[in-house]
């Protein structure tokens, strides 16, 4: 394509989940509640499990991260989207569209192996009670837990780099209330196929391998 049509952008409009004003306010509402006793709940379970002494088993401790993940992904899209209920022009500046694409790539990514870790956890808590202490020691669950965050944020990093390293052309309206992928890769006007494959091989990845370990320790346990 001609590097005359290409257009250097400086924010995305997101098109949001409605465009009838009268649905506005009653969405913001909604939405906010929603919002709030994520917060509430997952702070309660964060500040809960890492301040009662009786909770400091790695069953709890995995519930921790999982809060800290839902927390996170949830507050890199909720602030934004109830912003732009009440303004009239729903945007995002570009440099915070990679960050916020970054973060939810990353919580999101965490979240699934999260699930997976824990389903191990009480797997060898009910198959294997008396080796428990010893195969989810204090050591080897902080070791467990930082290499799925190494590996989310590896995942997060490469997919945001390699498109905003591309080429967008004029049009910058993005189908979603928030950055995604696929939706910010239509606005590629380079050559999107290897990008496409990326995200194509690291979704199969972490959505196969955490189910494919559910299922493993579901048999394992039958």
Do not use: W
Not at 1 to 12: A, G, I, P, Y
Not at 32 to 57: E, P
Not at 116 to 136: E, F, G, N, Q
């Amino acid at each position: 394509m001609d590097k005359h049509n290409l257009t250097v952008l400086n924010e995305f409009i997101l098109m949001g989940i409605t465009d009838h004003p009268d649905l506005q306010v009653p969405l913001f509402g909604l939405f906010l509640i929603i919002y709030m006793i994520s917060v509430v709940g997952n702070l309660g379970i964060i500040i809960l499990t890492k301040m009662d002494s009786k909770l400091q088993t790695p069953m709890y401790f995995f519930l921790r991260h999982l809060a800290i993940t839902d927390l996170g992904y949830s507050t890199t899209v909720g602030p934004k989207m109830l912003v732009n209920f009440v303004v009239d022009e729903n945007t995002i500046s570009y440099c915070f569209c990679a960050i916020q694409l970054a973060f939810f790539l990353f919580f999101i990514t965490s979240e699934l192996f999260i699930l997976s870790a824990m389903s191990y956890d009480r797997y060898v808590a009910i198959c294997h009670p008396l080796l428990y202490t010893v195969i989810m020691s204090q050591k080897v669950c902080p070791v467990l837990v930082a290499i799925l965050y190494v590996y989310s944020t590896f995942v997060s990093l490469l997919i945001t780099v390699k498109i905003f390293n591309s080429s967008f052309c004029g049009y910058n309206a993005t189908s979603l209330f928030y950055c995604d992928c696929l939706p910010l890769v239509s606005l590629l006007c380079s050559n999107t196929h290897e990008i496409e494959l990326m995200i194509l091989i690291a979704a199969s990845i972490d959505s196969i391998s955490p189910l494919l370990i559910v299922l493993i320790l579901i048999c394992l346990f039958l």
